[in-house]
């Protein structure tokens, strides 16, 4: 049925997970294993946009030359990056209509989310490209490419989300090899990799403008699969990982996950999974992680402290804990249903750099908070910017370290509460 496929990647960026250069995010290897598990013999070939731009023809020929091209999108987060600039709408229906001979797939968050235009804007619906592209996926694309193999177009299911990660696991060992065509490979390619999808806060709807909680009840992946990928991965030469595809690291493994909204930490759970990775992987030169929701360390700070200390005992320095604190202003944070108020999130960042700024072996200090912070909201006035300043001016006064600031304009995503009131 398929004797060459295209995977076009136009860069990802979700609330969690990370896919432009240096980083490349699941999709590609989840699509690259799928079609691998089902026939080693169909030549897979991976392109991101920015190689496709710089040799327009030779990706054209080779796109015409194949039974599929999957196109891969969606930057959810707004932000400009240093690494690639992703793929824009215009680029889409370009490649849509130079292509139209050509069976295409799109996948990726702008399936579920719709095309972002970044901070301060709301997201473009896909529905007037439906009639470029063959199907657009907005389910898991695992499952979605494992049914048109099995069943064929007709059939293949291009909304189902995943509820375990069998499927995934499989197609992740089976397509690391993808890495191996990726520009920065061998370089400075940080792989990123999936823990767990589904933010525990889903159970009181989560916050106003993110996607995750949509996912419903999160479900974990095992150690087992996340150390048997990281395996394959090592032994293709990768050296840098980021266990960045989950909203917060530190509940991994939590079995309160769906039940409570701010689970507590397994730190038991978590040291397998580090210790794991670095038994199978021992010259990683890259161990960092993402995403630490400040309401966790708030809620939980015992357990938060151990699961911190694990962190710091498997990682490598220099690495970051991303926390959304989104706003210090608590008409903000309550208007928005946000995870942590203001001097609940200080002490977080009191807490992170009690145990993480000590300095390792690379000179950087191990763990250091990293700072989100939204402006657009609803419930913000002039007062907010004057709040945030002073909670940022109070950092600076503790001499608290934190490893950077990100300021970004709100994105009005499909499916999210604030969608609902985008005409307001
Ligand atoms: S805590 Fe809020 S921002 Fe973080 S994943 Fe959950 S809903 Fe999204």
């Known amino acids: 049925m398929f004797r060459k496929i295209i995977i076009l990647d136009g860069y990802t960026d979700e609330p969690s997970g990370l896919g432009v250069p240096p980083y490349i995010n699941t999709y590609p290897r989840l699509i690259a294993g799928v079609f691998r598990l089902?026939?080693?013999?169909?030549?897979?070939?991976?392109?991101?946009?920015?190689?496709?731009?710089?040799?327009?023809?030779?990706?054209?020929?080779?796109?015409?030359?194949?039974?599929?091209?999957?196109?891969?999108a969606g930057c959810e987060v707004p932000g400009k990056y240093v690494g690639g600039k992703p793929i824009t709408l215009r680029e889409i229906e370009y490649f849509a209509y130079v292509l139209r001979d050509i069976s295409k797939v799109l996948v990726g968050p702008i399936a579920r989310f719709g095309y972002s235009y970044?901070?301060?804007?709301?997201?473009?619906?896909?529905?007037?490209?439906?009639?470029?592209?063959?199907?657009?996926?907005?389910?898991?694309?695992?499952?979605?490419?494992?049914?048109?193999?099995?069943?064929?177009?007709?059939?293949?299911?291009?909304?189902?989300?995943?509820?375990?990660?069998?499927?995934?696991d499989k197609a992740f060992r089976n397509g690391a090899f993808i890495v191996t065509q990726h520009p920065n490979y061998?370089?400075?390619?940080?792989?990123?990799?999936?823990?767990?999808?589904?933010?525990?806060?889903?159970?009181?709807?989560?916050?106003?403008?993110?996607?995750?909680?949509?996912?419903?009840k999160p479900i974990v992946r095992s150690q087992r699969g996340i150390i048997e990928e990281?395996?394959?991965?090592?032994?293709?030469?990768?050296?840098?990982?980021?266990?960045?595809k989950q909203p917060?690291?530190?509940?991994?493994?939590?079995?309160?996950?769906?039940?409570e909204e701010f689970p507590k930490p397994n730190p038991v759970e978590l040291e397998?999974?580090?210790?794991?990775?670095?038994?199978?992987?021992?010259?990683?030169?890259?161990?960092?992680?993402?995403?630490?929701?400040?309401?966790?360390i708030a809620r939980n700070p015992e357990e938060s402290v151990k699961a911190i200390k694990i962190i710091i005992k498997y990682h490598t320095p220099?690495?970051?804990?991303?926390?959304?604190?989104?706003?210090?202003?608590?008409?903000?944070?309550?208007?928005?249903?946000?995870?942590?108020?203001?001097?609940?999130?200080?002490?977080?960042?009191?807490?992170?750099?009690?145990?993480?700024?000590?300095?390792?072996w690379n000179g950087l200090p191990h763990l250091l908070p990293g700072i989100n912070?939204?402006?657009?909201?609803?419930?913000?006035?002039?007062?907010?910017?004057?709040?945030?300043?002073?909670?940022?001016?109070?950092?600076?006064?503790?001499?608290?370290?934190?490893?950077r600031l990100n300021i970004r304009r709100i994105s009005v995503l499909e499916n999210t509460p604030l969608w609902s009131k985008k005409n307001i």
């Open 318 to 360: 220099g690495d970051v804990a991303a926390l959304g604190i989104e706003s210090f202003d608590e008409k903000v944070v309550e208007a928005n249903n946000l995870k942590v108020y203001p001097d609940e999130a200080l002490d977080a960042i009191r807490l992170i750099n009690r145990y993480g700024s000590i300095r390792g």
């Open 373 to 403: 912070l939204l402006h657009g909201l609803p419930g913000e006035s002039r007062e907010t910017y004057i709040v945030n300043y002073r909670y940022l001016k109070q950092i600076l006064d503790e001499n608290l370290l934190i490893r």
């Open 118 to 168: 970044g901070g301060g804007s709301i997201a473009v619906s896909l529905k007037k490209l439906r009639g470029f592209f063959t199907e657009i996926v907005s389910g898991d694309p695992e499952l979605y490419f494992y049914s048109l193999l099995t069943s064929g177009w007709e059939k293949a299911e291009p909304n189902r989300l995943r509820d375990n990660y069998d499927l995934a």
């Open 230 to 244: 990281i395996e394959v991965l090592y032994r293709l030469g990768i050296r840098h990982i980021r266990l960045g």
């Open 272 to 296: 397998k999974l580090f210790f794991g990775i670095r038994n199978v992987a021992p010259g990683l030169r890259t161990i960092h992680i993402d995403n630490v929701n400040p309401g966790t």
């Open 38 to 72: 089902f026939d080693k013999t169909i030549d897979i070939r991976y392109w991101t946009i920015d190689d496709a731009r710089s040799a327009l023809s030779r990706f054209i020929d080779d796109s015409k030359s194949s039974d599929l091209v999957v196109i891969i």
């Open 248 to 259: 917060d690291i530190l509940v991994y493994g939590s079995r309160e996950i769906g039940y």
């Open 186 to 216: 061998g370089w400075n390619l940080i792989v990123e990799i999936e823990t767990f999808r589904g933010c525990p806060r889903y159970i009181r709807g989560g916050c106003s403008f993110c996607i995750e909680p949509r996912f419903g």
